[in-house]
C-alpha cells in the first residue's frame, strides 16, 4: 500500500481561510473551499462561460397623463425609473418655460405651481439610463378646459389718448373674494413709459383701479395687461383662457380749479393758465361736491331730469331740461355745462342743482377743449367728495388710505411719502384754497352704488 505524503500543516491552514474572489474585466472567478462534509461548493465563473444579466431597462412616466391629457389644478409630475432625468423643459406657447424642481436623485420632477385649465404644454424630456444613454422625448400636453370662467375688461384702451386723471380700471364679471385679491392683482401688470410707480385699489368686488401717486405726465405710453387663467376664484371659478392687453396714451395736462367760493373756474394747459371763467355752482339745498373729480364723458345735448337724482316732480325743485356742452365730472350727475339762465349769477352766487354752470359761450370752449380723464377740481365748498363715486374715487385719499386696499403692494410704492395728488396742481398755494387742503379730502369707505341705478345715470343741474 502506497501512503500519501501528509500535507505540511501551513498549506491546511492557508486553505482553511474561507474564499479568494479573483475579478476580471468581462468576469469573475469564485474560488471556495472547505473541509470534507461541508456544505459548500466550488463555483466558477467566467465572462466566457455565460453572459452577464441584462440591466433593468428606464421608463420615464408623466403621472396622470392619458391620452396627452394631464388634469389642471394640480402640479405636473415627471418620474423615470432605472435611470436619471438630465433635463425637463416645458413651455407655454406665449407664457414661456414652466418653473419646476428635480428631487436629490433626479429621479423625479414637479412643477413649482399647480396648472391651468386650457393649457398647451409642449414638453421635451431628457433622461439617462443604466448603461449611460441619453434619451430624449417630446410630448404635446394639455388640459381640460373650465366649466366656469370670469373675465376681465381693461380701460382705458384701443389706442386713445385720455386726461393725467385717468386712472386704469378693471372691471370683473364676477366678484372677488379678498382672499384671491393678491392672486388676481399678480396677474394684472401695468407698464409705462417713462416708467412710474403705482398701486392698485379695490373699489368694490368687481372692479379694481391702478393709478401713480400724482396725475400723470403727459406723453406718458401705458399698457395695461391680464393673465388671468390660472387664478382659482374657488367654487370651479377660474380666470378667462389667455393674454390679454391695450394700452392708451395721456395727452396734455388739463386742469380746472374751480372755486366755490370765489365762484371763478381757472382753467390750465400744461401748467399755464389760460381761461378764468365764472360759474355758479350747487345752492346750499344741492350743493356741489368738493374734491378732484375727473371728466368721465362728454355729450353735446344731455336731457337732464332731476327724477334721477331723487327731486321728483311733487317737489318745488323739480326739473326737467335740454342742456348742451356737458361735461359729466361724477357719476351722481354733477356736470359743466351751459346755462344760460343763470349768466346772472354766475360768478356771484350758487344757484344750481350741483352742476357747474357756465355761460353757453364759455361752456361750447370748455366741451372742445376736455377730454376724459381731465382733472376738474372742485374746493371750499361744503360738501366732501364721495369716494365711492367714480368722479371722485381715485384722486381724494392720500397714498396711504390708497395703499391700504391694495392686496399686494409692491415694496416701490411702499416706500413712497408723497402728499395730496391736488398739491400738485398748478394753482394750488392760493389762499383761497390753502384752508381746504389741509382737511378736505375723502373719508376711506366706498358707497358701493351698483351701475344701471338711478344715481349711476342721473344729472344735476
Same mark, same amino acid.
Given at each position: 500500500?502506497?501512503?500519501?505524503?501528509?500535507?505540511? =500543516?501551513?498549506?491546511?491552514?492557508?486553505?482553511?481561510? &474561507?474564499?479568494?474572489?479573483?475579478?476580471? #474585466?468581462?468576469?469573475?472567478?469564485?474560488?471556495?473551499?472547505?473541509?470534507?462534509?461541508?456544505?459548500?461548493?466550488?463555483?466558477?465563473?467566467?465572462? *466566457?462561460?455565460?453572459?452577464?444579466?441584462?440591466?433593468?431597462?428606464?421608463?420615464?412616466?408623466?403621472?396622470?397623463?392619458?391620452?396627452?391629457?394631464?388634469?389642471?389644478?394640480?402640479?405636473?409630475?415627471?418620474?423615470?425609473?432605472?435611470?436619471?432625468?438630465?433635463?425637463?423643459?416645458?413651455?407655454?406657447?406665449?407664457?414661456?418655460?414652466?418653473?419646476?424642481?428635480?428631487?436629490?436623485?433626479?429621479?423625479?420632477?414637479?412643477?413649482?405651481? &399647480?396648472? &391651468?385649465?386650457?393649457?398647451?404644454?409642449?414638453?421635451?424630456?431628457?433622461?439617462?439610463?443604466? !448603461?449611460?444613454?441619453?434619451?430624449?422625448?417630446?410630448?404635446? #400636453?394639455?388640459?381640460?378646459?373650465?366649466?366656469?370662467?370670469?373675465?376681465?375688461?381693461?380701460?382705458?384702451?384701443?389706442?386713445?389718448?385720455? *386726461?393725467?386723471?385717468?386712472?386704469? #380700471?378693471?372691471?370683473?364679471?364676477?366678484?372677488?373674494?379678498?382672499?384671491?385679491?393678491?392672486?388676481? !392683482?399678480?396677474?394684472?401688470?401695468?407698464?409705462?413709459?417713462?416708467?412710474?410707480?403705482?398701486?392698485?385699489?379695490?373699489?368694490?368686488?368687481?372692479?379694481?383701479?391702478?393709478?401713480?401717486?400724482?396725475?400723470?405726465?403727459?406723453?406718458?405710453?401705458?399698457?395695461?395687461?391680464?393673465?388671468?387663467?390660472?387664478?382659482?376664484? *374657488?367654487?370651479?371659478?377660474?380666470?378667462?383662457?389667455? =393674454?390679454?392687453?391695450?394700452?392708451?396714451? #395721456?395727452?396734455?395736462?388739463?386742469?380746472?380749479?374751480?372755486?366755490?367760493?370765489?365762484?371763478?373756474?381757472?382753467?390750465?394747459?400744461?401748467?399755464?393758465?389760460?381761461?378764468?371763467?365764472?360759474?355758479?355752482?350747487?345752492? !346750499?339745498?344741492?350743493?356741489?361736491?368738493?374734491?378732484?373729480?375727473?371728466?368721465?364723458?362728454?355729450?353735446?345735448?344731455?336731457?337732464?331730469?332731476?327724477?334721477?337724482? *331723487?327731486?321728483?316732480?311733487?317737489?318745488?325743485?323739480?326739473?326737467? $331740461?335740454?342742456?348742451?356742452?356737458?361735461?359729466?365730472?361724477?357719476?351722481?350727475? $354733477?356736470?359743466?355745462?351751459?346755462?344760460?339762465?343763470?349768466?346772472?349769477?354766475?360768478?356771484?352766487?350758487?344757484?344750481?342743482?350741483?352742476?357747474?354752470?357756465?355761460?353757453?359761450?364759455?361752456?361750447?370752449?370748455?366741451?372742445?377743449?376736455?377730454?376724459?380723464?381731465?382733472?376738474?377740481?372742485?374746493?371750499?365748498?361744503?360738501?366732501?367728495?364721495?369716494?365711492?363715486?367714480?368722479?371722485?374715487?381715485?384722486?381724494?385719499?392720500?397714498?396711504?388710505?390708497?395703499?391700504?386696499?391694495?392686496?399686494?403692494?409692491?415694496?416701490?410704492?411702499?416706500?413712497?411719502?408723497?402728499?395730496?395728488?391736488?398739491?400738485?396742481?398748478?394753482?394750488?398755494?392760493?389762499?383761497?384754497?390753502?384752508?381746504?387742503?389741509?382737511?378736505?379730502?375723502?373719508?376711506?369707505?366706498? &358707497?358701493?352704488?351698483?351701475?344701471?341705478?338711478?344715481?349711476?345715470?342721473?344729472?344735476?343741474?
Amino acid at each position: 500500500m502506497r501512503i500519501p505524503r501528509p500535507i505540511p =500543516r501551513g498549506v491546511i491552514a492557508a486553505f482553511a481561510a &474561507a474564499v479568494v474572489v479573483v475579478v476580471a #474585466i468581462g468576469g469573475v472567478v469564485a474560488l471556495a473551499w472547505s473541509p470534507r462534509g461541508s456544505s459548500h461548493e466550488k463555483v466558477s465563473t467566467t465572462s *466566457g462561460a455565460s453572459p452577464a444579466a441584462p440591466l433593468p431597462k428606464a421608463s420615464l412616466l408623466v403621472i396622470g397623463l392619458h391620452n396627452g391629457r394631464v388634469p389642471f389644478a394640480k402640479h405636473l409630475h415627471v418620474k423615470v425609473d432605472n435611470g436619471a432625468l438630465s433635463a425637463v423643459k416645458i413651455r407655454q406657447p406665449g407664457l414661456g418655460a414652466l418653473a419646476g424642481t428635480f428631487n436629490k436623485t433626479r429621479t423625479r420632477w414637479n412643477s413649482d405651481l &399647480a396648472l &391651468a385649465p386650457s393649457s398647451q404644454l409642449r414638453a421635451k424630456l431628457s433622461y439617462v439610463d443604466l !448603461e449611460h444613454h441619453t434619451k430624449t422625448k417630446t410630448l404635446a #400636453i394639455t388640459t381640460p378646459a373650465a366649466k366656469k370662467h370670469f373675465n376681465a375688461l381693461l380701460s382705458p384702451g384701443g389706442g386713445d389718448t385720455v *386726461g393725467v386723471g385717468s386712472p386704469v #380700471i378693471v372691471t370683473f364679471d364676477q366678484p372677488v373674494p379678498t382672499n384671491k385679491r393678491a392672486a388676481v !392683482e399678480r396677474g394684472l401688470s401695468v407698464t409705462a413709459t417713462p416708467a412710474v410707480v403705482g398701486a392698485w385699489h379695490w373699489m368694490s368686488d368687481q372692479d379694481v383701479h391702478w393709478r401713480p401717486p400724482t396725475y400723470w405726465k403727459q406723453g406718458t405710453k401705458v399698457t395695461i395687461s391680464s393673465d388671468l387663467q390660472g387664478v382659482d376664484l *374657488g367654487h370651479g371659478m377660474w380666470g378667462g383662457v389667455g =393674454r390679454h392687453s391695450t394700452s392708451f396714451k #395721456i395727452g396734455a395736462s388739463h386742469v380746472s380749479e374751480v372755486n366755490q367760493a370765489t365762484h371763478e373756474m381757472q382753467v390750465f394747459d400744461n401748467g399755464k393758465l389760460i381761461n378764468t371763467f365764472p360759474v355758479s355752482t350747487g345752492r !346750499e339745498v344741492y350743493p356741489t361736491m368738493d374734491g378732484v373729480h375727473i371728466a368721465l364723458e362728454k355729450s353735446q345735448v344731455v336731457q337732464m331730469d332731476s327724477a334721477t337724482v *331723487g327731486i321728483p316732480k311733487s317737489s318745488p325743485g323739480y326739473y326737467n $331740461e335740454t342742456v348742451y356742452w356737458d361735461v359729466r365730472i361724477s357719476d351722481g350727475g $354733477e356736470f359743466v355745462h351751459a346755462a344760460p339762465w343763470s349768466v346772472g349769477d354766475q360768478g356771484h352766487i350758487n344757484v344750481s342743482h350741483g352742476c357747474v354752470n357756465l355761460s353757453t359761450e364759455n361752456a361750447e370752449w370748455f366741451y372742445n377743449w376736455a377730454r376724459n380723464g381731465d382733472v376738474v377740481d372742485v374746493y371750499d365748498g361744503v360738501r366732501p367728495p364721495e369716494a365711492g363715486d367714480p368722479g371722485t374715487a381715485d384722486w381724494n385719499l392720500s397714498w396711504k388710505q390708497w395703499l391700504s386696499d391694495d392686496a399686494a403692494p409692491t415694496a416701490a410704492a411702499k416706500a413712497l411719502h408723497p402728499g395730496m395728488p391736488r398739491t400738485a396742481e398748478p394753482g394750488f398755494g392760493h389762499v383761497a384754497k390753502k384752508k381746504t387742503h389741509k382737511s378736505g379730502h375723502a373719508s376711506h369707505k366706498h &358707497a358701493g352704488k351698483k351701475k344701471g341705478s338711478s344715481a349711476s345715470s342721473g344729472t344735476t343741474w
